[in-house]
């Protein structure tokens, strides 16, 4: 009786500590104005990328900036942006279709496969992948990757885009097995003791249970790697080239728009000229890329989420 008395009086000493009302009072702002610094970096962001690719549409017609001729530095500047949106789709497909089966087998060996003991060591080892800096797959894919192929595709190019989509989709399968596994890992137990005990095989639970049962999580994990390839630029400017033709042959070398701005900030276009303001409105693109894939992302998540 002695020690519920002793708390009681201890909670309500410290609810009449003038301290803690002054924390408490303090406490909700800050927690406001944490919450807030995202959304005031975003606007800012997209601010900055708004108002400068606006001084660069205002200059350039749109009719020419949907071309297929992109030559900023000749003497009379063309800025179409078609070759540098082609060659971001043509290594993102790559990239996908290199991380899909691969991350998306790797996440059904751990979800329904591999032994706990077994699972422990191989996703860690996994996720190594996404720790290692993309400028260190830049130059594997170049030094690596591009002379293999070579030996294989005797007309590819040293800078081509075959190369880099393979090693972006090395680097993009964490992402997808990692969030494919979770989505797996969340089917409950019992659809799959009531699937074996209708007579159905492991891979038939499998395929015809847990995937479709875990399919907004595994679609999802699909559109975020596409938006994580189509942001990549390390690897994209060591082995891709500067290539600024329109083409679909990816033994070739092209530009992505990643590529583009790293190329120009180095110090080709000055301050306030129509290319330095191209660079905006190629972030700008990139910008409103990404925001539609992770809101596709969104949509399908909650679209065709399953709950149990």
Same mark, same amino acid.
């Given at each position: =009786?002695?020690?519920?008395?002793?708390? $009681?009086?201890?909670?309500?000493?410290?609810?009449?500590?003038?301290?803690?009302?002054?924390?408490?009072?303090?406490?909700?702002?800050?927690? !406001? +104005?944490?919450?807030?610094?995202?959304?005031?970096?975003?606007?800012?962001?997209?601010?900055?990328?708004?108002?400068?690719?606006?001084? !660069?549409?205002?200059?350039?017609?749109?009719?020419?900036?949907?071309?297929?001729? +992109?030559?900023?530095?000749?003497?009379?500047?063309?800025?179409?942006?078609?070759?540098?949106?082609?060659?971001?789709?043509?290594?993102?497909?790559?990239?996908?279709?290199?991380?899909?089966?691969?991350?998306?087998?790797?996440? /059904?060996?751990?979800?329904?496969?591999?032994?706990?003991?077994?699972?422990?060591?191989?996703? *860690?080892?996994?996720?190594?992948?996404?720790?290692?800096?993309?400028?260190?797959?830049?130059? !594997?894919?170049?030094?690596?990757?591009? *002379? +293999?192929?070579?030996?294989?595709?005797?007309?590819?190019?040293?800078?081509?885009?075959?190369?880099?989509?393979?090693?972006?989709?090395?680097?993009?399968?964490?992402?997808?097995?990692?969030?494919?596994?979770?989505?797996?890992?969340?089917? *409950?137990?019992?659809?799959?003791?009531?699937?074996?005990?209708?007579?159905?095989? $492991?891979?038939?639970?499998?395929?015809?249970?847990?995937? *479709?049962?875990?399919?907004?999580?595994?679609?999802?994990?699909?559109?975020?790697?596409?938006?994580?390839?189509?942001?990549?630029?390390?690897?994209?400017?060591?082995?891709?080239?500067?290539?600024?033709? !329109?083409?679909?042959?990816?033994?070739?070398?092209?530009?992505? =728009?990643?590529?583009?701005?790293?190329?120009?900030?180095?110090?080709?276009?000055?301050?306030?000229? +129509?290319?330095?303001?191209?660079?905006?409105?190629?972030?700008?693109?990139?910008?409103?890329?990404?925001?539609? =894939?992770?809101?596709?992302?969104?949509? /399908?998540?909650?679209?065709?989420?399953?709950?149990?």
């Amino acid at each position: =009786m002695d020690k519920t008395v002793r708390v $009681k009086d201890i909670i309500k000493k410290n609810i009449n500590s003038n301290k803690n009302r002054q924390i408490e009072k303090i406490m909700p702002t800050l927690f !406001f +104005l944490a919450a807030t610094i995202s959304i005031l970096t975003t606007i800012g962001i997209v601010s900055t990328l708004v108002v400068d690719a606006y001084k !660069f549409f205002r200059q350039v017609p749109i009719k020419e900036v949907f071309s297929t001729k +992109l030559a900023p530095l000749g003497s009379n500047p063309s800025f179409g942006i078609l070759p540098l949106i082609n060659g971001t789709v043509i290594t993102s497909i790559i990239a996908m279709g290199v991380a899909i089966p691969i991350g998306l087998t790797a996440a /059904i060996y751990l979800s329904e496969y591999a032994s706990e003991n077994c699972r422990k060591a191989l996703k *860690p080892i996994m996720e190594l992948l996404a720790g290692i800096p993309t400028i260190v797959y830049g130059f !594997f894919a170049y030094s690596f990757v591009t *002379p +293999l192929l070579m030996t294989i595709i005797p007309d590819l190019g040293a800078k081509n885009a075959l190369s880099p989509g393979i090693v972006m989709g090395i680097m993009i399968i964490p992402l997808v097995a990692s969030l494919s596994e979770d989505a797996m890992n969340s089917v *409950p137990n019992a659809m799959r003791e009531g699937a074996l005990a209708l007579g159905s095989t $492991k891979l038939e639970v499998t395929i015809k249970v847990v995937v *479709p049962a875990a399919i907004s999580g595994i679609i999802a994990s699909f559109v975020l790697g596409i938006s994580r390839a189509i942001g990549e630029t390390m690897i994209v400017v060591i082995a891709s080239g500067s290539s600024k033709n !329109f083409t679909f042959d990816v033994t070739k070398s092209i530009q992505t =728009m990643t590529a583009y701005i790293v190329e120009f900030t180095s110090g080709d276009a000055g301050s306030g000229t +129509l290319g330095y303001y191209s660079l905006y409105a190629v972030g700008l693109i990139l910008f409103v890329f990404t925001l539609l =894939m992770n809101l596709l992302a969104r949509y /399908i998540s909650r679209r065709y989420r399953e709950e149990y």
